[in-house]
């Protein structure tokens, strides 16, 4: 999960390109009338750039390691903070070193602020880690500078030997480190040595002596 800042950037960049490309390349055709668009209000309330249905794979280090699917990627680059948007949802795969989905994130909405290097994942937000452990939450946020992983609400952990729920979830970047407040769950209980009998005669050897 580590650099996907630096390559999304690149990746949405090369987008601008061509569009800027396609409006150079293309121009409306021209005659001698001038058409004047109606008054959209306020520039800033408005996406700078909007790509719509974006499946995208993204490297790290010049190898592939993540899809990232969207159906509408918003930027806003006149607002204070600037932000990209996901409002209709934002599903990204991490692949391992033999291209094989290892790990996960999805959300109904998300959003990511440029200047604070901070994700904002809201709504039916699903994760699943390196360990193969799924987090469940409404609200998670991602520090890219602090490299932490944090929610202040409701959270549920389902791994293959415990469960987890509670509040205040906090985490390493690999979401393999963390701990969670006023939790409670499942736990195994390891396997113990039976409970040792006596022996059934013992008493009525004692009683005759």
């Known amino acids: 999960m580590k650099g996907l800042n630096i390559h999304l950037t690149h990746t949405f960049s090369i987008a601008a390109v061509i569009t800027a490309a396609a409006m150079l390349l293309f121009p409306a055709c021209s005659d001698n009338q001038q058409h004047t668009g109606l008054d959209i209000g306020e520039r800033d309330s408005l996406p700078t750039l909007r790509s719509v249905g974006v499946s995208t794979l993204v490297s790290d280090s010049g190898i592939i390691r993540y899809k990232l699917i969207t159906e ?17 949802g934002l599903f ?14 999805s959300a109904d909405t998300a959003y990511f602020y440029n200047n604070k290097h901070l ?6 937000v699903l994760v699943k880690n390196l360990k193969g452990e799924t987090f469940k939450t409404s609200l998670l946020f991602w520090d890219m500078q602090a490299h932490r992983i944090y929610s202040p609400a409701y959270m549920e952990i389902d791994g ?8 205040n979830f906090s985490s390493n970047e690999q979401m393999t480190d963390y701990i969670i407040h006023s939790s409670t769950g499942l736990f195994p209980l390891e396997d113990t040595d039976p409970t040792p009998e006596p022996e059934p005669n013992i008493f009525t050897e004692e009683g005759q002596e």
């Open 160 to 167: 293959d030997t415990r469960q987890l729920s509670g509040y």
């Open 92 to 105: 990204l795969e991490r692949f391992n070193e033999s291209f094989q989905v290892d790990a996960f994130i």
């Open 72 to 88: 509408v990627w918003d930027i806003y680059d006149k607002k204070e903070p600037q932000y990209w948007a996901f409002e209709k």
């Open 119 to 124: 994700w904002e994942l809201r709504s039916r």
